[in-house]
């Protein structure tokens, strides 16, 4: 099965916090799991809304095509909240 992004995000954060040589994700029981989750999932919550800065350097970079860099940001951060979850 592959890691969603937010396991893949999770994993990082468990990672760079515990250190190299850190007993690998795969061997973490689920309830070891979920907080960092819960981090990785409120870190790309925080990364929905894109600053202003960032909304200017897509437009310009995208200057005279018909682009919503806005709207393409939004939705593809709400892909990874939503991926994975069962509906």
């Known amino acids: ?4 992004k937010l396991d893949q995000i999770a994993r990082a954060i468990y990672e760079r916090r515990n250190g190299h040589g850190c007993k690998p994700w795969s061997k973490l029981t689920k309830s070891h799991q979920v907080p960092y989750l819960g981090d990785a999932r409120a870190a790309v919550e925080a990364l929905r809304e894109p600053t202003e800065a960032q909304v200017q350097d ?11 860099p806005y709207s393409l940001w939004r939705a593809m951060i709400d892909s990874i909240l939503t991926e994975g979850k069962q509906t």
């Open 58 to 68: 897509a437009r310009k970079h995208h200057e005279g095509e018909p682009y919503l």
């Open 1 to 4: 099965m592959t890691d969603t």
